[in-house]
């Protein structure tokens, strides 16, 4: 830290080197707080690979925060250089928090302004803020658009009032802006070229120089696994909610799978929809035909929830520690279906509120989630933790020869934070995708739509910000649910989707890691009215309909003969070569008569 703390704002158009400039800032600082308004939730590729440059280009003294709420982030370590990218993104995130695209010009966020302000005059150590000049950029010409522009311009006038110097970056040149100068260790005013002169290179600016445009990612080889000790113990949770690209199922085995399809003993098109599952395992292989699917495996997540203690459900909490006992000793209805199809069946505790064995709870995270309706449901530390471990788990899994993944659950209560996070993630409104879950009464079912509309309520909020959305209203089985999820697309594993809670943190698990729903097929259609919202929020179309609502990966497993099939249609089955029979498009057209 400086003797005095520099305050600066850089401006910028798209891809200006904005961000770039603000890191040189402070690149004499051996510790700096990266504090970021705008986590990846979106299946734009190009997006994420542009997030992903900027992670890659940052070193080990960046410490990375995600929040939607900078002046507490900036009172938190007034003593810790900080770069705040961008105030776009926070603006976004405060407008989301009240609902205000429809407001127009009513919206205030006068206060929240006001308070990032009195933080960052607050700030004993430099601080660099990123935003983008309004007028440097497309808007587009809506109501939603035009109010954006409006108040970002409002807010970086506000910001550039409160801090020491303003810079403007354009085409990777930048210039300081007049009027934005320093005082020096007297109090007298100085030029921001003085200032920088007295200051070092951590506060330079850079005046004519191009900043460098960074290189553009590229995906790699199949990603390394996440590491887990030979114990078993839990991972390391740093930036667990940091994922590579997803490389999606090869396109050029997928158009070779559906050509062999023409050429088997049988009328195209005629095993509808098993052949396209069949070419998902192709494509999921990259060989045609693919290999059988003889080593399935399923992991349910079990964990308590301090909803349930709320009447949500029809079964008292202390049910989920005696049903993970149950699977656990091979009695649960997934434990008889899995036998049946060679699927093994493990059942981890990561927040059951009960003490369970020691090789279920090594990844236990804690005893019972809070109560989402007037807290969060984890921390965030416990959010990376959860996160953590699905993605060592499904690395353990994959490491170990398992061809396909499922995932169940076992918590009473569970469909509670499953339909708060739907609801929050579609913008649903509670009554249309509460369901009866466990079999409520009328008086249930009521307790819990309040239950989920306090809870959509909280999570309005971090809807942007998936670690924080999992954390307020997930829990940590939920979350360790979205991590294995992605952690199998990232491992390019198929994975077969059971019901609403599990469907819910895939929906999450698309958000940390893009391009994730590529990898999963749904397995069935659950009776909670959630369960299909979420479906075409991630473009699924299930294998089976039962009218089933058990839970524990069950829907999964009983699809999981169908996909088994499906493979094992374009390994064995003959063409018409093989077996000698005349295909109907080489089939001899007799010629018609001749007439006179």
């Known amino acids: 830290m400086t003797d005095r703390a520099t305050r600066t704002l850089v401006l910028g158009g798209v891809r200006s080197g904005k961000s770039a400039h603000g890191e040189s800032l402070l690149r004499a600082h051996q510790q700096i707080r990266y504090l970021a308004t705008g986590p990846v939730t979106t299946t734009d590729a190009e997006w994420t690979a542009r997030v992903n440059t900027h992670k890659q280009r940052r070193d080990a003294r960046y410490t990375t925060i995600e929040t939607t709420d900078l002046a507490e982030a900036l009172r938190a370590a007034p003593d810790i250089p900080a770069l705040v990218d961008d105030l776009g993104s926070w603006l976004t995130a405060r407008i989301d928090a009240v609902d205000g695209w429809d407001s127009g010009s009513d919206i205030d966020l006068d206060a929240d302004i006001t308070e990032l302000c009195d933080a960052l005059a607050a700030m004993n150590a430099d601080v660099v803020l990123i935003s983008s000049e309004v007028g440097l950029s497309l808007v587009p010409p809506t109501p939603a658009g035009r109010l954006f522009q409006d108040l970002l311009g409002t807010l970086n006038s506000a910001v550039a009032q409160a801090c020491d110097r303003v810079s403007l970056v354009v085409a990777g040149r930048v210039l300081d802006l007049p009027g934005s100068s320093v005082e020096d260790h007297t109090g007298a005013p100085v030029s921001a070229a003085q200032s920088a002169a007295q200051s070092g290179p951590a506060a330079a600016p850079v005046t004519t120089a191009p900043v460098a445009t960074p290189a553009p990612v590229t995906p790699g080889p199949v990603a390394e696994p996440t590491p887990v000790t030979a114990s078993g113990e839990l991972p390391d949770p740093t930036d667990a909610e940091v994922f590579d690209p997803i490389t999606p199922p090869s396109e050029a085995v997928a158009f070779e799978a559906r050509e062999r399809q023409k050429s088997l003993t049988k009328p195209p098109g005629s095993l509808g929809r098993l052949e396209e599952i069949g070419v998902w395992i192709s494509a999921c292989q990259g060989q045609c035909p693919p290999a059988p699917i003889t080593s399935p495996s399923v992991v349910v997540f079990a964990g308590d929830h301090g909803v349930a203690r709320g009447g949500v459900s029809a079964f008292p909490p202390e049910v989920t520690a005696q049903m993970v006992a149950n699977i656990e000793s091979g009695g649960a209805a997934v434990n008889v279906m899995a036998a049946r199809v060679g699927a093994s069946v493990t059942v981890v505790d990561m927040s059951v509120d009960a003490d369970t064995a020691p090789h279920l709870s090594t990844f236990k995270v804690r005893r019972s989630s809070e109560d989402l309706r007037t807290t969060d449901s984890i921390t965030l530390a416990e959010a990376r933790a959860a996160l953590a471990a699905g993605r060592a788990i499904a690395d353990r899994l994959v490491d170990s020869g398992s061809d396909l993944l499922i995932a169940g659950e076992m918590g009473i209560g569970n469909t509670t934070p499953a339909t708060v996070l739907i609801g929050a993630l579609t913008r649903r409104e509670p009554v249309e995708i509460v369901g009866r879950g466990t079999g409520v009464d009328d008086h249930g079912w009521m307790r819990k739509t309040a239950a989920i509309r306090d ?55 698309n958000e940390l890691a893009p391009g994730a729903t590529r990898w999963w097929i749904a397995g069935h259609r659950s009776v909670e009215p959630a369960h299909q919202i979420a479906l075409d929020h991630l473009d699924l179309e299930p294998v089976l309909d039962l009218s089933m609502r058990l839970g524990e990966g069950s829907g999964a497993v009983l699809a999981l003969p169908v996909v088994q099939s499906a493979a094992d249609i374009l390994i064995s089955m003959a063409t018409f070569a093989e077996a000698g029979v005349t295909d109907r498009d080489d089939a001899a057209v007799p010629e018609a008569a001749e007439t006179s």
């Open 455 to 509: 809870g959509m309520r909280r999570a309005r909020k971090v809807v942007h910000d998936p670690l924080a959305l999992l954390a307020a209203v997930g829990g940590a089985d939920l979350t360790a649910t979205a991590g294995f999820l992605a952690q199998a697309a990232l491992r390019r594993t198929p994975v077969i989707l059971d019901g609403v809670v599990i469907t819910a943190a895939a929906m999450v698990a």
